[in-house]
């Protein structure tokens, strides 16, 4: 067997330095134009095939694409950029999934808009890493600028602090961590006796929502409960925690002498859209003196809508998670976590002396490491404030508005369709849905239709939309986050679906 690595060459034998050709490569006042130009070259590259893409996807598949990208040897570099540019036309950006397309309808993936771009390149090539002042500087200082614009937005008063973090399930992890060291603060407080976390760990319990994301099952395992730790609370038809059932819960794990550290809600469930009843779960979380957490990752873009109302109750909440990079228009990554205590954050602060030592607390230097899960952090953050100082937070609101608008309509459209069957109506900007065999009656049937009129629309890259599963039965989901998709492009996906449908159900009956 050829060894991974050619064997050690005596110590003369190794170079003593970097050569001139690869020190051409490092971006600095030396090299500018040379980066000016190759990331001009890049920019053209993405912007060309922008103009010219007429789908959302080619419909490649793993099986045709892998032996490509497995073919190309990294070991020999192009060492040319406009050569490497042309390799990746071939083996990314022809075949990239383009989420700017209007027929692109599946998961919760945005298109960008341009300021944060500018944002994106800018925090690239000056890299700063977001832990400590003295690698951040005004980084630091916008980050916690928009923190505190975010607090302000939500309602929370100037108690209130955050972090951003790489995405919602890091933000609800973050949030949990919280509340499970607070729980077992209080636990210890009201105790006769000296209790020990790991004692304390197997009665903490918590709540969600049988629509809730599964971060929080993760997140509980992640921590140390297990995932049987979370109790998910039945919900409504309308697929919104019912707070009789989470009274039901609370009663019930207080007669069982456990403790149910958190309450987690949602502002936007990721397959409906849904919003939990936020004033009357928080009502319950003050009763039973439970934390109480709102996933608003999905829902945030209402903190900037015309339908903010929505979020009432929101303000109650311990922490909060947004994700600017689902209804902000933002590139990933690109979230936060918002909590209305900034002391309960000391649960995630450790001191080394090589980076964040106490003295600088002492001294009020601002050092975000201290309140974040990461040490090396990217500054996400100024895709946002390039985003607000460019566009402002109200054209932000209204290009979320007009999605969940579309899908009001789209919903227009599935309810007066026969060919199908639309769930519930649309809080937000999601629509669960499935084809109907005229020839319906046979459930196992509906879901091979469904299951085959995604994958082959996946396959044509004419559209992409998702599936779910709703009581056992597969669905299939729109997801509206481009302001660009119009009624007729919802129509003709529904067209296409019906077609495919249609011709696996002609193909099976000959």
């Known amino acids: 067997m050829t060894p991974a690595f050619p064997a050690e060459a005596p110590p003369a034998a190794w170079p003593i330095s970097a050569s001139p050709a690869d020190r051409a490569y490092l971006l600095n006042d030396e090299n500018a134009e040379t980066y000016r130009q190759t990331l001009a070259e890049g920019v053209a590259r993405v912007a060309a095939r922008l103009a010219r893409t007429d789908r959302p996807f080619t419909g490649i598949t793993p099986e045709r694409l892998a032996p490509v990208i497995d073919g190309i040897d990294l070991d020999r570099p192009l060492e040319d950029a406009t050569a490497a540019l042309d390799e990746l036309e071939r083996v990314y950006l022809r075949d990239a999934v383009y989420f700017h397309h209007p027929r692109y309808l599946a998961h919760l993936n945005c298109p960008v808009v341009i300021p944060a771009v500018v944002g994106e390149a800018v925090l690239s090539a000056v890299n700063s890493s977001l832990d400590t002042w003295d690698q951040s500087a005004g980084g630091t200082l916008i980050e916690r600028r928009l923190i505190d614009w975010t607090a302000g937005r939500i309602g929370f008063g ?23 060291d607070e729980a077992c603060r209080m636990v210890r407080k009201n105790s006769p006796t000296a209790l020990r976390t790991p004692e304390i760990l197997p009665r903490l319990r918590i709540l969600a929502s049988e629509c809730g994301h599964f971060s929080v099952q993760k997140s509980a395992t992640l921590l140390g409960l297990g995932a049987e730790a979370v109790i998910t609370v039945e919900c409504d038809e309308n697929r919104r925690m019912r707070p009789q059932a989470l009274e039901r819960e609370l009663r019930r794990l207080r007669d069982e002498d456990l403790v149910p550290m958190a309450v987690v809600a949602t502002a936007g469930t990721t397959d409906f859209g849904s919003i939990d009843p936020l004033p009357a779960v928080a009502a319950l979380c003050e009763r039973f003196g439970t934390w109480f957490h709102v996933d608003a990752a999905y829902g945030c873009g209402l903190l900037v809508s015309r339908r903010r109302a929505l979020l009432e109750g929101i303000e109650r909440a311990d922490s909060v998670t947004v994700d600017y990079h689902k209804s902000f228009f933002q590139p990933v990554s690109s979230s936060a976590l918002i909590v209305a205590d900034h002391t309960t954050l000391r649960h995630v602060t450790y001191h080394a002396d090589y980076l964040n030592p106490k003295r600088m607390a002492e001294q009020r230097i601002p050092n975000q490491v201290d309140k974040s899960l990461q040490t090396t952090r990217r500054f996400d953050a100024l895709k946002l404030w390039l985003t607000l ?3 402002g937070a109200e054209a932000v609101g209204r290009l979320f508005d007009e999605v969940v608008d579309r899908a009001g309509q789209g919903y227009e459209l599935l309810r007066r369709d026969g060919r199908f069957e639309v769930v519930t109506e649309p809080t937000l900007s999601t629509l669960v849905f499935r084809y109907l065999p ?6 196992a049937l509906t879901d091979r239709v469904n299951l085959h009129a995604r994958e082959a629309l996946m396959a044509s890259g004419l559209a992409v939309v998702a599936g779910t599963k709703v009581n056992g039965r597969q669905y299939l989901k729109f997801t509206l986050l481009n302001p660009q998709t119009t009624p007729d492009d919802i129509a003709e996906v529904l067209d296409l679906i019906a077609g495919h449908a249609e011709r696996f159900l002609s193909e099976r009956a000959a």
């Open 158 to 180: 100037k108690a209130a602090d955050g972090i951003f973090t790489s995405g919602g399930s890091q933000s609800n992890l973050q949030a949990l961590l919280l509340a499970r």
């Open 438 to 443: 005229a020839r319906g009656g046979d459930p």
């Open 389 to 391: 100082r460019i566009m």
